[in-house]
């Protein structure tokens, strides 16, 4: 069965996870929600320029007066959030005649809120996703299906990113199906719940007296969806885009070893890394 389907999302890869789940199945998005720029949303707001020509984009923040009459005239079989940054009123999930779900990049009820990368930051092991049915309050819904993967191998921002939409796009998959055969899906557990809360600005400088591995860790987590890690070397605050083990010496932390154009090698808690930074440093 074709479904007429509404997509409420700021963050274009999560786009594509329902877009290829559409596509597969030969389901139509109708119209895609999406919130003006700002703060919130990491200054950035990729997902209008790379829709498809024909498609159809509401750019609003105002959900109940705008945005639920227009979902509303359009019929939607399914309204389906994924990294959507507001909270979806009761207006909008009543209209959808086969459902309204979320997918959530953790494994519910942990994790809830706006910042699910904070696990792998803390040291967790192992990354998660949830499709939900969307209730009143944000991550609340009942699950329709959960699924949890080991964290790559060679950690970055860009692996973690991949396993995670992966992880995405099969519970979609499984929960939707779960939802047409008439699942009502698992209530969460209100006991296991935790709040996944914003980054501090102390907690996206990078402490190089750290180890090394706890370095990548925190790097792929603060840079997951736009760089956010911040490092401190040689009196100059940069911007990191990535950071990787770098052949070393053993030194006191914090040691710079060599000196790149687009960073630094410095010596860390324990092994070197090459730091990968926005400043250019050529001739510092």
Request: hydrophobic share 45%; glycine share 8%; proline share 10%.
């Amino acid at each position: 069965m074709a479904l007429r389907v509404v997509v409420m999302t700021f963050f274009h890869p999560a786009y594509r996870v329902v877009a290829d789940w559409a596509e597969r199945h030969g389901h139509r998005i109708v119209l895609v929600v999406t919130p003006p720029v700002g703060r919130s949303l990491r200054g950035a707001n990729p997902l209008v320029l790379d829709l498809p020509p024909d498609a159809d984009v509401l750019l609003t923040g105002r959900l109940r007066p705008i945005a639920t009459p227009a979902i509303t005239a359009l019929a939607p079989d399914l309204v389906v959030s994924v990294a959507y940054p507001r909270l979806i009123p009761p207006e909008i999930i009543a209209v959808p005649t086969c459902g309204a779900f979320n997918v959530h990049p953790s494994l519910l009820p942990e994790g809830r809120g706006p910042n699910p990368q904070r696990a792998v930051y803390e040291g967790a092991t192992t990354i998660g996703a949830t499709t939900h049915r969307i209730a009143p309050e944000f991550d609340t819904g009942a699950i329709m299906s959960q699924r949890e993967a080991t964290l790559p191998e060679e950690l970055t921002a860009v692996t973690f990113l991949a396993g995670w939409l992966d992880l995405m796009a099969q519970t979609l998959e499984e929960g939707v199906a779960s939802a047409l055969a008439g699942e009502p899906g698992r209530p969460q557990d209100a006991e296991r719940a935790t709040e996944a809360r914003p980054f501090t600005i102390e907690e996206k400088l990078l402490d190089l007296t750290e180890p090394a591995s706890v370095l990548v860790r925190k790097a792929a987590a603060l840079n997951v969806m736009g760089p956010e890690a911040k490092v401190r070397v040689d009196g100059t605050e940069a911007t990191v885009l990535a950071v990787r083990p770098a052949p070393g010496q053993a030194t006191a932390p914090g040691t710079i070893l060599d000196k790149h154009e687009d960073g630094w090698t410095v010596q860390t808690g324990t092994d070197a890394l090459r730091i990968v930074t926005v400043v250019a440093l050529h001739g510092q």
